[in-house]
């Protein structure tokens, strides 16, 4: 399978994790050391280690149980090298909308998410 493949199918497992909020299959498509950022309106960042991360998703109701829709489209995909990789992402957690910047590595054969940088695009009411 091409690597371009194995990436598309890294992100719409990404979408699915976001949509059910499936902490088990979180742990296989991110790195443990990964970082997660957000910039804030009042110019600072919030910052989240995997595992702050992980707890933040298990204590929350997905939005598949909310009764919300699955969405997620990859906006663009630049491979840089064999092994690294960049993705932009239009994805929800809803109420809210997110544009996703992920750096991706591939460890031995899988590709997995090394760091997030995420900004919410909008909100529902």
């Known amino acids: 399978m091409s690597d371009l493949i194995q990436i598309e199918s890294l992100l719409h497992e990404y979408f699915r994790v976001l949509h059910e909020g499936d902490i088990e299959c979180s742990k296989k498509i991110f790195l443990p050391t990964c970082d997660l950022s957000a910039p804030q309106d009042d110019g600072g960042v919030t910052h989240y280690t995997y595992d702050q991360y992980h707890d933040l998703v298990a204590a929350r109701t997905s939005p598949k149980a909310n009764g919300y829709p ?9 491979q840089s090298g ?6 932009k992402v ?12 992920l750096t ?5 054969d899988e590709w997995k998410i090394a760091a997030k940088v995420f900004y919410i695009a909008k909100v529902e009411e």
């Open 70 to 78: 699955r969405h997620g489209v990859i906006v663009s995909i630049d």
């Open 82 to 87: 064999p092994r690294t990789a960049f993705a």
């Open 90 to 101: 239009d994805c929800a957690v809803q109420p809210r909308y997110f544009i996703d910047y």
């Open 104 to 108: 991706l590595i591939k460890v031995a």
